[in-house]
T-cell receptor, first 112, second 117 residues
Framework: SAVISQKPSRDICQRGTSLTIQCQVD?????MFWYRQQPGQSLTLIAT?????????ESGFVIDKFPISRPNLTFSTLTVSNMSPEDSSIYLC?????????FGPGTRLLVL | AQSVAQPEDQVNVAEGNPLTVKCTYS??????LFWYVQYPNRGLQFLLK??????LVKGSYGFEAEFNKSQTSFHLKKPSALVSDSALYFC???????????????FGSGTQLTVLP
């Protein structure tokens, strides 16, 4: 399995501001994934982050809105920029061990 | 493209009764299938997976799932439900032969399981 921690666990933010979410994994991984879970919805992949290269974004997500850093093999950050109420979601970090993906506890974001 | 369907938004079952949460999938090749559970205000927890081999896979907390290739299904089951099993359950699929983003997990819409005391 994998032990994944995220900070903050939740936050309430004003529209127009930005929030950076941190993800820490207990051991080195090649790829880290960031997902969004909108209220009452399923999970949607935002991007895949590899160490030493730019993140790969899924359709509908852009780097200007969701910049990602991956400074080393155990850590990544996701920034939600210029937030609007539509960004209110749970943001989850994920890693893969073998064929199984494991998820962090999530960051619950409410944008007012 | 791969997809997964969970036809029931809500499943209610009495404590002690068997439970089933349904999942069907669509992939071009042989699927990798997963079940996750999300308790209130928690992240996703991995329950079990089917990669290859025995069609009946056993996972955490007494859950099991049966891979049925002819029916393209991977239903989650438990012989005797507990009130503490009440949570949101997600089925997910990956096609290992796909490339790019298609190689990543695709999740179903989720099924809210409520076990009544």
């Amino acid at each position: 399995s994998a032990v994944i921690s995220q900070k903050p666990s939740r936050d309430i933010c004003q529209r127009g501001t930005s929030l950076t979410i941190q993800c820490q994994v207990d051991s080195q991984v090649t790829m880290m994934f960031w997902y969004r879970q909108q209220p009452g919805q399923s999970l949607t992949l935002i991007a895949t982050a590899n160490q030493g290269s730019e993140a790969t974004y899924e359709s509908g997500f852009v780097i200007d809105k969701f910049p990602i850093s991956r400074p080393n093999l155990t850590f990544s950050t996701l920034t939600v920029s210029n937030m609007s109420p539509e960004d209110s979601s749970i943001y989850l970090c994920s890693v893969k061990r073998g064929e199984t993906q494991y998820f962090g506890p999530g960051t619950r974001l409410l944008v007012l | 493209a791969q997809s997964v369907a969970q036809p029931e938004d809500q499943v209610n079952v009495a404590e002690g009764n068997p439970l089933t949460v349904k999942c069907t999938y669509s992939v071009s090749g042989n699927p990798y299938l997963f079940w996750y559970v999300q308790y209130p205000n928690r992240g996703l927890q991995f329950l079990l997976k089917y990669i290859t081999g025995d069609n009946l896979v056993k996972g955490s907390y007494g859950f099991e799932a049966e891979f049925n290739k002819s029916q393209t299904s991977f239903h989650l089951k438990k012989p005797s439900a507990l009130v503490s099993d009440s949570a949101l359950y997600f089925c997910a699929v990956r096609d290992p032969l796909s490339s790019g983003s298609a190689r990543q997990l695709t999740f179903g819409s989720g099924t809210q399981l409520t076990v009544l005391p």
